[in-house]
């Protein structure tokens, strides 16, 4: 084979190369781009879940509240206990 | 030469305008995950406060449910002592004589 031969495998080789780092990395890009996209769904949904459990402080007022109709009820017990045992004597 | 140069050019430039975008990417990839992690601690502080406030809750309301019918039991005993019928005693006679007379009062006389 003569030089020109040569040269113009290498430059045939070289295209190849090209091509196909081309075809690589463009799949590359492609999944980086999936990643990026389902990164990104996620990020809304937790958004989504962060409104739903900023409204969980209201559970322990809720308790506070309830323990409060608790005394209350155990003070009208003790009023009604007094009440009929006076009434009954 | 030229074309081996021109190719060399080409490998270049490609792999610069891929390596740019794929840096784009993983850089906006590294902000949303920064950003989900920052989400995630919120969501776990938030709900910290559940388990503990419905355990607290459970407690409470379950004695309520257990006292409520408590004071309703008082409530009607009260309020059948309260709407028992009252006992008076038995009708007396008047002890003492009439002092007037029946007609006393009018212009009649008997005969």
């Not at chain 1, 295209?15 to 890009?29: C, D, E, K, T, W």
């Not at chain 1, 809304?44 to 209350?72: I, Q, R």
């Not at chain 2, 003492?96 to 005969?111: I, L």
Request: proline share 4%; aromatic share 4%; with cysteine.
């Amino acid at each position: 084979m003569t030089d020109t031969g040569y040269w113009t495998l290498a430059l045939v080789a070289g295209a190849v190369v090209i091509l196909a780092v081309g075809a690589l990395l463009g799949l590359l890009v492609y999944f980086v781009k999936l990643i990026d996209d389902r990164v990104a769904e996620v990020r809304y949904t937790l958004e989504a879940v962060v409104e739903k459990t900023e409204h969980a402080a209201l559970v322990p007022k809720t308790a506070a509240t309830v323990d409060a109709v608790l005394s209350e009820g155990r003070r009208h017990h003790l009023l009604l206990d007094r009440a009929t045992s006076g009434s009954g004597s | 030469m030229v074309l081996t140069a021109v190719e060399i050019v080409v490998l270049v430039a490609g792999l610069t305008v891929f390596l740019y975008r794929l840096g784009t990417l993983l850089n906006r990839i590294a902000a949303n995950l920064r950003e989900c992690a920052a989400l995630v601690r919120q969501v776990r502080e938030q709900a910290g406060d559940i388990v503990p406030g419905v355990t607290h809750l459970n407690r409470s309301g379950k004695v309520v449910a257990r006292t409520l019918p408590l004071l309703y039991a008082f409530a009607e005993r009260l309020v059948a002592r309260a709407s028992a019928p009252q006992r008076h005693g038995p009708a007396r006679q008047a002890s003492c004589a009439r002092r007037s007379g029946p007609h006393d009062a009018t212009d009649f006389r008997p005969k």
